[in-house]
């Protein structure tokens, strides 16, 4: 079982906030390092067994599985926090910007492409494409590989929201060059909604299961202004570029060790663990796996 932390009396960093829409966020310090700890949102007003939403622990399993694969992402650690009495499972994302390095989002970058029609918002496939070829800040065909290792990997985990506003770059004012960042903001992942009863649905009913494969979530990317559903369109292999980031990534997915770590991770059921691990490994055999072996 992995080691359980109480992060409440930990230093505030005054002056350090984050955006974003899903949760309140604060800056600590925690063992030396500044973290940004994210509070779980509360739950959608349907009814639920969830007074708040599983977006702490999506945050950090899919994060930790993004690094297990090699793609480079936020280093996560799961605690608790006593809000008023109340103790909620909590999100520590360790800061990956300094003095130097300050974090412009895809949408701003897309802002800088001043000869195209569209805004900086907008996730059309062609568009987010097009800024990726016509943007000066990193190398294009580095960005567009990570474009796709990125989209393969939400495909796995069934991420719902990688919008322009969630993943960038890191520019360092002090040499003046440029990185990609971190995958950051992973909270959209592995059905952060889902109550008890659905997640027993999904373990003892198929159908149910194969719903969450085949026919959602789908990604924030849009085709044809249409949110692109994963198992459509990585089945189709029409695009080259994202069947290519199947070759790459499918090789570096280890299911066992995967799993070994949900069965590790704190704070969560044995039904969430048989959840999580059911949920992946049906994504991984139902939508990427046959592309893979195609």
């Not at 079982?1 to 984050?18: P, V």
């Not at 000066?136 to 290792?149: A, I, S, T």
């Not at 060059?177 to 959209?188: H, K, L, N, R, W």
Request: aromatic fraction near 10%; include cysteine.
């Amino acid at each position: 079982m992995g080691n359980k932390i109480d992060f409440t009396s930990c230093k505030r960093i005054i002056g350090r906030a984050y955006n974003g829409a899903n949760g309140k966020k604060i800056a600590v310090e925690y063992e030396g390092e500044r973290y940004m700890l994210k509070f779980p949102p509360s739950g959608n007003k349907k009814p639920t067994e969830l007074s708040y939403t599983n977006s702490s622990i999506s945050e950090h399993i899919a994060s930790s599985i993004f690094n297990m694969i090699g793609i480079n992402a936020q280093e996560t650690l799961l605690g608790t926090f006593n809000v008023n009495g109340k103790v909620k499972i909590v999100c520590a994302c360790k800061d990956f910007t300094d003095k130097n390095k300050n974090l412009y989002d895809f949408c701003s970058i897309k802002n800088t492409v001043i000869d195209s029609e569209h805004n900086g918002t907008g996730t059309e496939l062609a568009d987010v494409l097009e800024t990726i070829e016509k943007q000066q800040f990193v190398n294009p065909k580095e960005l567009l590989e990570h474009f796709w290792n990125v989209f393969v990997i939400d495909a796995l985990l069934g991420n719902f929201d990688r919008h322009n506003g969630n993943w960038g770059f890191l520019f360092n004012e002090e040499t003046q060059t440029s990185e990609i960042a971190p995958v950051f903001d992973c909270g959209s992942c592995l059905l952060p909604q889902a109550d008890g009863k659905i997640m027993k649905a999904v373990l003892e009913n198929e159908d149910e299961l194969n719903a969450r494969v085949f026919q959602f979530p789908t990604s924030a990317i849009k085709l044809n202004d249409k949110k692109i559903n994963y198992y459509d369109f990585i089945s189709s292999t029409e695009n080259i570029d994202c069947n290519n980031a199947i070759l790459r990534i499918l090789p570096k997915v280890d299911i066992e060790k995967i799993n070994s770590f949900i069965d590790d991770t704190p704070y969560i059921s044995d039904l969430q663990k048989d959840f999580y691990k059911t949920y992946i490994n049906a994504r991984y055999e139902k939508i990427l796996l046959p592309i893979y072996k195609n």
